[in-house]
């Protein structure tokens, strides 16, 4: 992908509900890639085990282009399930023909995709409806974890190309992605080159993405690489923090509690689930907690992600550490 003085302008960074319930499904028939995922895909496969998934399956073939569609890159910073859900609906029917063609060249089109050819408006509907239902038992409950891990993901690649630019930002997104004198390479099994121009580039986190990273460049959207976020291992560990007894004895436990738990970004909403508390009551002690120095503020997009200072950190280490 070669970046010009423009293209750089245009990078930007979204979360995708859609992206993640796609990939999620790989996951559910295979947890033995991704065994961290493990007590998601137990209680997934429960919560889907009457949901007839083969349809979703048969259009997400692996090891060719899967169709675009079923998963488009967000226009904004966060995409909700419903308004991504309406977009895989109204899809125009030759397009979603075209794809799923596409996805099929060369080989036998599966029976359970036929309706894409027969009748390939009602085919995207029912496929939406599908997903919905999808979303709904296997993603919906544990949306606002994943949300916020993903927003953390946001947060620190934004700090790092405000710090250092192209060069840090794209230093640590994979092994397999390299940046050198204006030329981003990904290490795929096909080749190709992209003059990124004023399209610019989509970066989308992922939870569910590990460990390759997806590419999207079809010239129809906007530059797409979806990449493995941050922090995944810590994604389905038991959610209540212990603070340390003397930093509970200087703050208060509740306090304390809010402070240690922000090892990571999270929102109110998330602080509030995994302490067990009220948001309002949450809100008050970060507001507490921002005044003193020891917590800041981020908005991303429309939430706003909360994550220890360096004081902070330094007090918490303090509290912690032997002796």
């Not at 909700?80 to 899809?91: F, K």
């Not at 397009?95 to 080989?107: I, K, L, M, P």
């Not at 304390?256 to 738990?261: E, I, K």
Request: net charge neutral; aromatic share 6%; no cysteine.
């Amino acid at each position: 992908m070669r970046f010009g003085a423009r293209a750089l302008a245009h990078v930007r960074f979204a979360i995708s509900p859609m992206i993640e319930a796609r990939r999620s499904l790989r996951v559910l028939d295979d947890p033995g890639g991704q065994a961290l995922h493990l007590p998601w895909v137990i209680e997934a496969r429960r919560r889907t085990a009457d949901l007839d998934l083969d349809p979703l399956r048969a259009v997400d073939r692996r090891g060719v282009y899967t169709p675009d569609f079923i998963s488009p890159p967000p226009d904004g910073p966060l995409a909700e399930p419903e308004e991504a859900l309406a977009a895989i609906a109204a899809t125009p029917a030759a397009q979603a023909r075209a794809e799923v063609q596409r996805t099929y060249r060369g080989t036998e089109l599966p029976a359970v995709l036929e309706p894409f050819v027969d009748d390939p408006a009602a085919a995207v509907v029912a496929l939406a409806d599908l997903m919905r239902a999808y979303w709904e038992r296997a993603l919906a409950p544990h949306w606002p974890r994943i949300r916020a891990l993903l927003e953390g993901d946001v947060l620190h690649r934004a700090r790092q190309m405000a710090d250092g630019g192209a060069q840090r930002l794209f230093a640590d997104v994979d092994p397999t992605v390299s940046w050198s004198d204006g030329v981003l390479r990904i290490e795929k099994p096909f080749d190709e080159t992209l003059d990124l121009e004023d399209r610019g580039l989509l970066f989308v986190p992922s939870v569910f993405a590990w460990p390759a990273v997806l590419l999207i460049t079809d010239p129809k959207w906007q530059p797409t690489i979806v990449y493995p976020a941050r922090g995944v291992g810590t994604l389905w560990e038991p959610a209540r923090p212990a603070a340390a007894d003397a930093l509970a004895a200087l703050l208060g436990r509740v306090r304390a509690g809010v402070l240690t738990a922000l090892d990571r970004p999270r929102s109110t909403t998330d602080l509030a689930g995994t302490l067990g508390l009220s948001a309002g009551g949450v809100s008050q002690h970060l507001g507490v907690l921002r005044r003193a120095g020891l917590v800041h503020g981020h908005r991303v997009g429309r939430v706003v992600l909360y994550l220890r200072s360096p004081a902070g950190d330094g007090l918490v280490a303090a509290a912690t550490s032997e002796g």
